[in-house]
């Protein structure tokens, strides 16, 4: 199965190519199939890699040269190490399931196979991400999937909000992935190679000093910094790319606003695979982040403050795919938290239970979306009765994300907390905390006023055929059982991911603070229940918390206040570089112009249109120029 | 085969001339003649990059002609004036840009309804001028193709331009012709000083070709400047000639004001060939003449050089931004691209000097590519003004897709060739001037924005119902756009089929420049 890998990203790839040739010539059914069968086949791959490496370890790259590169040769390549595997089979998972959910979803939109020609492109390029062999090849396909985002949030492109959404991802993102690639610079000028391997063993050697920095001999980088500095700097500015990717605080301002995008793609892009490209970035350079404390307390820190930050704006957003995207925000910081204090099992354990609870909870919306046609949550309510199978999926991906046990969000999230709380950070266990009460709160706020009470629509709702009930039942079962994969009774996947021993820390299970997390949890729930559900307070509490509930309802207001310290300065600044290019520098030019032809007008009866006579003026020009050239030349 | 470069600058200027025999009524003959005019010089070219020899960095299929020679022009020397080709790892790519860019324009210009005889016969000039600048081997074939390039361009915009194309012209006449004059006493004195150089030194080192030392040949001054060197304070004072040349014939700023009203004001043919290939001709004279023969000058003045990069990546990009006119911000776009190679060309690294290349040939293709899509989807709504615009995709998905592309490409997405050449020219740059290609960075993101922020206003949002009905592309328009497309995605994912040809050339510059 292992020489099949390379077939995983080539096959949505194939998909992607034979729809783009085909067009509209082929039917919803024929477009759906190819592109199912596609990722599906990638799953089946996925499984085996899975199997194999479980057995064997990790196996060694596989490249091909690309370019030459002045001292050195581009290559591209895969490589599949444990890490990477895990990876696949996430993608390949919810990439099927949301392939198929996306045949009812999309049903009858006039550019339904431009939809999946995206949704494959983007498969590929997430794929090729997990199993690159080199940071040059990962920044590639990076880009890639960005660009995919970008079409997918803008896919419905006349609503003027999904331009504007779809633009400011890409420019947000932008942001971070100029970070992302100074950084990859700066590591190949100081390792000499864009590859993994090379760069991680180069790291080995300047740790125990056998080393020097400026493996290709420039000097311009060692005169600026040690090697220390290098290790952090370059490590932060990889960081950068993961914040923009993964929309962590402050450059999260683009993943809400992704939700003008249709439905499956906030759910395989913005909450399974793509915004989760941060935090595996992080993963895939954890020698990197080991290697310099400032850079991985830096990870922790902005993983601690989003995960609450987010958390406290879901608590009131109208919107339900709003709420559900400001709670991958929070979920993300989890991660983040987890690879910043050194956990980067429970970080990978997050991601993965994250990946289906998530897709889950989108899904589910969708679903409701699809039958309501509205996503303002208080528009909704009493589907539980319409809606069953949606009702309780929904139910299930609500209760993994509150961690209540044993669904899968309990154990991964009650890891990171545990590896917070031991590694120190005590700061950061209570943001953690609080954002875990926080999310129990917003959820179950979304449970009951979709699902509890009385519907206020008008429209008939209904579930929407088992292309969407499929995928909703088997992520909720992963999002119920798929936690028992790393519990403290079998942690099988802290051993997959560790083969040549260990990763930064892992702790053992604190029963204390398993019993805590899962109270506040429910505490959450309880308090969501009395507001929305049986109590109806909610209108009384709001008010209470005057400036809170308005600071919370507005986004901190972060939004308008890039607008005016970024966009607004940066557009002002544009503006006014105009006026003086056209009065300023080409005034100047004009005015040359002008004293040249007053000058002229004197001289005018000599222009007398006779080509001879400005050829003899230029060839007396020309001889003047020569002389001095001839002087210069040092001739004269 | 060996005098294929020969044919590659005579054909279109034959083609020209049969059209200037043929009945300005005969439309569709002058069309074809200038097509096929175009079309065979450019497969010539695409058949000696096929055939070019990846081993050698001499300069490949030489042809010299002498056209007069001037006994004892300088101490007892006879200088020979020749007509002579040659190309290498740099110039053969530019070459292929000529024909690609010159051949689609001219199916573009099917479009062309206004003195058709006149316009295919000058576009057809301006073919010939450019293969002969890139195709060189002299210094005064070189400059007797860059002014006939001049001639051309100035009378495209002056009679095919827009309302101000008067003025665009005068201007555009005015800055390259200074440039030109400039840049014909920087080679004049080249040749002075290494005949100088050369005499003096000949007793001591055995120079192939002597004892002529005067010599305009190009290929002989690089086989010279392998043995020899100008002096120091000579050079400094030649790299400061072309560097003032390259200022201007690349509009970088402050002497860039030209270039945005030159290609707001010309048609947009005009606007493909000027875009995709003429205004590479001020870079590959820095890269051709002062980067290969005077290395001491580029090493003296290899701050400058970043500098001015930066200033015009950040000033172009701030001005695109606020661009109100499509072809303004290409205009404004490309200056910005042109100072990332400025930079690493300051940085003296081998990687720069490929990355270089790269974003010559890659900006030739995506320039020329948004002037075709901006200029079908004006041709249709009558505006380039970018607010008067909106929800394109709707009625022509295929022009707003194409422009898409153009524009990622241009903001440099993996996949398609800018990508490659930003990557390369930021490596070379960062290597040496760490702190201004970090400040250069922010030119990506300014990118970004405006690109996308005009695009999101052109093809994207509601229908805007002031627009007529319109009908997408044509084939006359397909079929450039296709090509154009192909290439930059063959460069984007096979950067090896152009870095194969300049990795040769690059590397041999970069150890006379010690990169």
Partial sequence: ?636 | MADVLLFIVLIPLLAGLLILALPAQARGIIRAVGLVGALIPACFSFAAYLAFDKQTTDLQFPFTATWMSIANAYNMLTLHINFAFGVDGISMPLVVLVGVISTLTMIRSFKVTERVKSHYFWMLFLTMGLYGVFAAADLFTFFFFLESTLVASYLLIHIWGGEMRHYAATKFLIYRGLASVVLLAGLIGLAYAYATTAQVASSSVLIPNAPNFLTLSISQLLTEAKLIHIPAGTQNVLFLVFLLAVLMEEAFVPFHTWLPDAHEHSDTGTNMMIGGALMKIGLYVLLRFAVSLLPLGLAHYALWLAVFGVISILYGAIVAVASKDWRRLIAFSSISHMGLVLLAIGSMQEIGIQGAVFMLVSSGLLTALLFITVGAQADRTGTFKIENLGGLSKSLPVISGVMLVAALGSVGLPGLSGFISEFSLFVGGFAVFPTLSALATLGMIFAAFYLLWAMQRTTFGPVNTALPVMTDANAVEMVPMVILVALVVLIGVFPGVLGDVVHGTAQAIAARIGG
């Avoid at chain 1, 059914?29 to 592109?35: D, H, L, N, R, V």
């Avoid at chain 1, 290790?231 to 683009?254: D, E, I, N, R, Y």
């Fill in chain 1, 1 to 636: 199965m292992i020489g099949l890998t390379w077939l995983v990203p080539v096959l949505p790839l194939i998909a992607y190519v034979v729809l783009l040739a085909t067009g509209k010539r082929m039917s919803e059914m024929a477009i759906t199939a190819i592109s199912v069968l596609a990722v599906l086949i990638g799953l089946i791959i996925s499984i085996g890699v899975v199997a194999a490496v479980g057995q064997h370890g990790p196996y060694a790259p596989v490249v091909y040269n690309w370019l030459a590169f002045g001292q050195t040769t581009l290559t591209m390549g895969y490589q599949v190490t444990n890490l990477n595997a895990m990876m696949l089979l996430v993608v390949t998972l919810v990439s099927t399931l949301v392939f198929l959910f996306s045949k009812s979803y999309m049903h009858g939109d006039e550019r339904f196979s431009r939809f999946y020609q995206y949704l494959n492109l983007f498969v590929f390029s997430m794929l090729g991400l997990v199993i690159t062999s080199n940071l040059l090849e990962l920044y590639i396909f990076w880009e890639l999937v960005g660009v995919c985002s970008y079409l997918l949030v803008g896919f419905w492109y006349f609503k003027p909000e999904a331009a504007v959404a779809a633009k400011k991802a890409f420019i947000v993102t932008r942001i971070g992935d100029v970070g992302l690639f100074i950084g990859i610079i700066l590591l190949y000028l100081g390792t000499g190679s864009f590859d993994f391997t090379v760069v991680f063993s180069h790291l080995h050697h300047f740790a125990s000093a056998q080393a020097s920095l400026g493996a290709l001999g420039h000097d311009a980088i060692t005169r600026l910094m040690n090697v220390q500095t290098w290790v952090t700097l370059t490590a932060l500015l990889v960081f950068v790319g993961a914040v923009g990717k993964s929309a962590q605080f402050p450059l999260h301002v683009w993943l809400p606003d992704a939700m003008e995008g249709p439905t499956p793609v906030s759910a395989l892009i913005h909450a399974a695979t793509m915004v989760a490209a941060g935090v595996y970035l992080v993963a895939r350079m954890f020698p990197l982040f080991e290697a310099s404390s400032t850079a991985s307390e830096t990870v922790a820190i902005i993983g601690g403050v989003t995960a609450i930050f987010a958390a406290s704006i879901g608590l009131t957003q109208r919107d339900i795919k709003r709420v559900i995207a400001y709670s991958t925000v929070s979920q993300l910081g989890y991660m983040m938290l987890a690879m910043g204090v050194g956990a980067y099992v429970s970080g990978m354990f997050h991601l993965m239970t994250h990946a289906f609870f998530k897709a889950l909870l989108f899904l589910a919306a969708g679903s409701v979306i699809h039958a309501l046609d509205t996503q303002d949550l208080f528009e909704m309510g009493g589907l539980r009765k319409y809606m069953p199978i949606t009702h309780a999926t929904f139910l299930a991906g609500a209760l993994a994300l509150s961690g209540i046990p044993p669904f899968a969000g309990f154990w991964s999230k009650d890891d990171i907390l545990t590896a917070t709380f031991d590694s120190g950070h005590y700061v950061l266990y209570a943001f953690g905390l609080i954002a875990a009460f926080f999310t129990a709160v917003y959820i179950f706020r979304v449970y009951f006023l979709t699902f509890s009470g009385t519907y206020k629509g008008s429209k008939h709702p209904h579930e929407g055929g088992w292309v969407m009930t499929l995928p909703l039942l088997v992520l909720g079962l992963l999002a119920t059982f798929a936690g028992f994969i790393n519990t403290p009774f079998a942690p099988i996947l802290s051993r997959f991911l560790q083969p040549n021993g260990p990763v930064g820390i892992d702790p053992p299970a604190n029963w204390g603070l398993m019993a805590v997390s899962a109270v506040v949890g429910l505490l959450g729930i309880g308090l969501a229940y009395s507001l929305y559900g049986g109590g109806k307070r909610a209108d009384a509490w709001a008010k209470r918390m005057g400036f809170l509930y308005a600071l919370s309802y507005n986004k901190w207001y972060i939004d308008e206040l890039y607008a005016l310290i970024i966009v607004l300065p940066v557009v002002t600044l544009a503006e006014g570089l105009q006026f003086f290019d056209r009065w300023i520098v080409d005034g100047l030019v004009r005015l040359i112009g002008e004293v040249g032809y007053t000058g002229g007008v004197s001289l005018k009866y000599s222009a007398d249109g006779q080509i001879q006579t400005y050829g003899l003026v230029t060839a007396f020009g020309l001889a003047a120029l020569a002389l001095v050239a001839l002087r210069i030349g040092g001739v004269l």
